[in-house]
């Protein structure tokens, strides 16, 4: 970084007596050292808390991991109300049930509803920076639905990305829009009216004058085939290549087999350093090469249905130069915002494929759920690490427990033993957000009770019956499907 301290008044904030995982160049960990905040910004890190000077105000360390905020590459807006329904139910049970709830069901409160509850549960689980689709395969009839899914990371004060763009086919897609009354509208959208909605948005989050949300192109996948002959999906790849030129946005969207050699076929433009491309699940190694070749990061889920459908080659990519990162892919159908928990769960999956527990050690693995995922998302000059001239993104975990006792090796405390629970305190911008596990920003109790009426609202709407009508297979059974 190049920008200088804060002018030589006294620091809004210091944080003392911690051990500071900085990330920096040096990776260098503090023991008893401190931080200092100063219009939002860090404005010293030091090995002794008397280097710094007179601040405002102080919070005692001792006891504590300090990191930079947790940087979440990948997930969905919509999950944290669709966690677990249609389990079971066939093979894409869960993702025909929120299709039809995201797509013909929702209406605005339930985006802003659920955007609360995913901001509150990130919040909670340290990560301070975030991605999310809107929708496991985004909404992408009106802005509104897109603006409505960032309502709650602005209303708590988090840095987040909100991704959209053209979804899976078959084109036509129709959509439902909600009316008051009950009232009822079709709509039919074509791909070339999704790239046009695209751009709205990429205008109207421009138009919120909010530096910590922004808008990345999203589609739902970087090249809808595998054929770069075909037309559809020429078209698709040429019309968000021109948009991430055009606007100069970042390019957030998932990949899976030959999907990248085709996209680099048609628009090798398309790929590069602004690029972050999630699952990559089945790609080939000449893949993995454009990957290298280009820039473009790799965002992996460790707990995602698609790594269990096909293995990305993590460390293969790792080893041919790719910025490959961890992330949650969102917290349905099956799992939670807990990053710092997955990054072990992703360590654990690449040991036992190769039958090699000296991989990833615990330093890379943080790596890659701070500074690295930072990188993936063009911020790495921003947020990720706790050096001079960075946002102040910054948490806290109590090392004063008995899973994390005695509180030595930092790093491999962190990825080895801890969970997103073991954070106390969480810090966005040099203002405390979380302090001691309570929130300073948000209302629990009213956001819980909300997104249950918003979730009860758009279900009734699905025609789905029960929500709480259990598989019949349940219990007793080792399979759902017999």
Not at 357 to 379: C, Q, V, Y
Not at 393 to 422: F, K, M, N, S, Y
């Amino acid at each position: 970084m190049t920008r200088e301290p804060a002018a030589d008044t006294a620091l809004d904030l210091a944080i003392v007596k911690g051990t500071v995982i900085t990330m920096d160049e040096q990776r260098r960990v503090l023991r008893g050292g401190a931080v200092g905040v100063k219009e939002g910004r860090i404005a010293q890190v030091e090995a002794d808390p008397a280097a710094l000077g007179p601040a405002s105000e102080t919070i005692d360390a001792t006891g504590a991991i300090v990191l930079p905020g947790i940087v979440d590459t990948h997930g969905h807006a919509g999950h944290s109300l669709t966690r677990g329904l249609g389990e079971g139910r066939d093979d894409d049970g869960w993702m025909s049930t929120v299709e039809r709830i995201y797509f013909h069901a929702s209406d605005s409160w339930f985006w802003e509803a659920e955007s609360r509850l995913a901001a509150l549960e990130r919040l909670r689980f340290g990560i301070t920076t975030s991605v999310s689709m809107t929708g496991s395969s985004p909404r992408i009839d009106d802005p509104r639905y897109a603006l409505a899914a960032s309502t709650g990371y602005q209303e708590l004060g988090l840095r987040h990305i909100v991704a959209a763009g053209p979804p899976y086919g078959p084109w036509p897609r129709t959509y439902t829009e909600q009316h008051p009354g009950g009232t009822t509208a079709e709509l039919l959208v074509d791909l070339n009216r999704a790239l046009g909605v695209t751009e709205e948005m990429i205008q109207a989050f421009r138009d919120l004058g909010n530096e910590r949300i922004r808008f990345y192109v999203g589609p739902s996948v970087v090249a809808p085939s595998a054929d770069p002959e075909d037309e559809e999906t020429r078209f698709q790849v040429r019309g968000v290549a021109k948009l991430v030129e055009q606007y100069t946005t970042g390019l957030h969207t998932h990949a899976f087999a030959g999907q990248i050699d085709a996209a680099y076929a048609i628009a090798p433009e398309l790929l590069g350093p602004h690029a972050c491309i999630a699952h990559c699940a089945g790609i080939s190694l000449e893949e993995v090469a454009i990957l290298a070749r280009t820039g473009a990061s790799a965002s992996s889920g460790p707990l995602t249905h698609a790594y269990v459908s096909a293995r990305f080659p993590v460390i293969e990519a790792l080893d041919a130069g790719v910025n490959v990162v961890f992330s949650t892919d969102g917290s349905a159908p099956d799992r939670s915002f807990d990053l710092i928990d997955q990054a072990r769960i992703g360590v654990q999956l690449q040991r036992v494929h190769f039958n090699d527990s000296r991989l990833l050690p615990a330093g890379k693995a943080l790596e890659m759920i701070t500074i690295d995922a930072a990188r993936a998302l063009g911020m790495q000059d921003e947020v990720g690490s706790l050096e001079t001239g960075k946002r102040a993104d910054i948490i806290l975990l109590d090392a004063r427990q008995p899973h994390l006792a005695p509180e030595i090796l930092a790093p491999l405390r962190v990825i080895g033993h801890a969970t997103g629970h073991d954070v106390t305190t969480v810090i966005v911008d040099g203002t405390v957000l979380m302090r001691d596990r309570r929130y300073t920003t948000a209302d629990q109790a009213a956001i819980l009770a909300d997104a249950h009426n918003a979730l009860m609202a758009t279900w009734e709407r699905t025609g789905f019956g029960d929500i709480n009508a259990q598989h019949p297979n349940t219990w007793r059974h080792v399979r759902y499907n017999g």
